[in-house]
């Protein structure tokens, strides 16, 4: 799966979610922490520069300077070189003239009636267009004149900015840490959900040794798929059980049957007709129960690997001729044609003698079901490095979503008018399986059914045309 496609269902796993959630909830509430502890730290800034200016003024008074304005000028222009950062006067004389410091404070000056001690905020603009946030207070001398003492405290300001902003930078990180952290944890345990679901789907697929890998020391996943693993050794064992249970049934009524046939043929041969065909139609009904028995003690050979088998190197074209010629018959009785297509040649690694009866049952069904006067077609190709080995016909065919219910034992479909017992394609998908493959029911253009046994081919020789290897 690429990681397009992954990214999704990785954000939409809980640990993500959980992560997303937290950090969002931090981020918030460092958001209002960040903002809160701006607005304190402006606060605290103006109250530290009101608390400077009143030294400031209250060193003058002590110093007895706040009464003539033009000693207090004077005084000012003499100590200038020991002036703080952002630090401003501005004296003015009883005539409202400037004596010391710059004009531009007269700007922040109530003085339209008279000067009275107050603060002052007011924002101005220096020679060079930068701004200036002045914070002062105005104090009225003796002699009728005014003692303006103010701070530029944008620098301060600036320099202080700077706490909430390494504050919110450090907050981003933890923030981004918090989700690559959640995104980390979700890849981790969404690799090892996938290997649970792996495990599962080759249980499903018909692997029974299929398990989930844990760790003994893990966490609440490693303790699920120990649980699962229970799980599906009990399964297993329950299975094998029904597997012996019924294998071991037909085993032992096959011969109480077969009694049972012969002496119903016996008792038929020294009855006159209208009886003798009651009891033969009792001989074929025993008969039936007879294929079925079979057929159910060979799929569980089969499946369980307890059937004779042996597995060689035939022609893949002789053999569909084979089958050929032995329905031959059959098929023109029930006024159909039969085709052979090998798309390819060679030799094919198998069971001769399983395949064949697979694909006799598949034949057979073909008979049974397909259109008259239509086409049967046996056939070999080659399908995305696999080999295709089936029968196709004309028929009605089957439903998609009834195509995986037809393969199980013992199903027959509303669509199957015909006398069966439900055992055919759960025969063919247990001999796919045994030869490591598996029994595909497809659509047939323009109509009817393709039901081919898909047989895993490991490496394909295109300078012979013909397979090099087949692993079962």
């Not at 002052?120 to 220096?126: A, K, S, V």
Request: charge should be negative.
């Amino acid at each position: 799966m690429s990681w397009t496609r992954r990214l999704p269902s990785l954000f939409e796993t809980s640990t993500f979610r959980h992560a997303s959630l937290t950090a969002l909830i931090f981020l918030l509430v460092a958001v209002g922490s960040v903002v809160l502890i701006g607005h304190q730290i402006e606060a605290l800034m103006h109250t530290h520069v009101r608390e400077m200016i009143l030294a400031d003024v209250q060193n003058q008074e002590k110093r007895d300077r706040l009464t003539d304005s033009s000693k207090l000028a004077a005084v000012l222009r003499r100590d200038e070189e020991n002036e703080r950062e952002g630090g401003m006067s501005l004296v003015l004389s009883p005539a409202g003239e400037a004596l010391y410091g710059d004009r531009r404070l007269l700007q922040v000056l109530d003085c339209a009636r008279a000067c009275r001690y107050g603060w002052r905020n007011q924002e101005l603009q220096d020679v060079n267009g930068n701004v200036m946030r002045m914070q002062g207070l105005q104090v009225p001398l003796d002699d009728g004149g005014v003692f303006f003492r103010a701070y530029d405290v944008f620098p301060m300001l600036e320099r202080v900015r700077v706490i909430p902003l390494v504050a919110s930078l450090a907050l981003l990180g933890v923030l981004l840490s918090s989700l690559a952290i959640g995104l980390y944890s979700s890849v981790r345990n969404m690799r090892r959900v996938d290997r649970i679901r792996a495990a599962l789907r080759r249980y499903v697929g018909g692997d029974r040794d299929a398990i989930v890998p844990t760790n003994r020391k893990g966490d609440e996943i490693d303790l699920l798929g120990g649980d699962i693993n229970h799980v599906l050794g009990r399964v297993n064992g329950l299975m094998e059980e029904v597997k012996s249970v019924t294998s071991i049934l037909a085993h032992e009524l096959r011969t109480p049957l077969t009694r049972l046939h012969n002496h119903l043929v016996g008792v038929a041969e020294r009855l006159d007709d209208e009886l003798r065909d009651d009891i033969m139609d009792a001989v074929a009904e025993a008969e039936r129960i007879q294929r079925i028995f079979k057929a159910v003690l060979r799929i569980g050979e089969i499946e369980a690997g307890r059937c004779a088998y042996s597995f060689e190197w035939f022609d893949a074209d002789a053999f569909l001729h084979d089958v050929a010629d032995y329905y031959q018959p059959l098929v023109e009785s029930a006024r159909l044609r039969l085709h052979i297509q090998a798309e390819v040649g060679g030799d094919l690694y198998g069971d001769r003698a399983l395949l064949f009866q697979a694909i006799s049952n598949l034949l057979e069904n073909a008979i049974k079901y397909g259109s008259q006067a239509s086409d049967i077609f046996l056939l070999v190709r080659l399908h995305d490095d696999c080999i295709e080995l089936g029968v196709a016909d004309n028929g009605p065919g089957i439903r998609a979503d009834l195509r995986d219910e037809a393969v199980r034992r013992f199903r027959r479909l509303e669509t199957q008018s015909q006398d069966g017992s439900g055992l055919g394609l759960a025969l063919v998908n247990a001999i796919a399986k045994l030869h490591a493959g598996e029994l595909v029911l497809g659509d047939h253009q323009p109509r009817g059914l393709l039901a081919v046994l898909r047989l895993n081919a490991s490496n394909w020789n295109s300078k012979t045309g013909s397979l090099a290897t087949l692993k079962f």
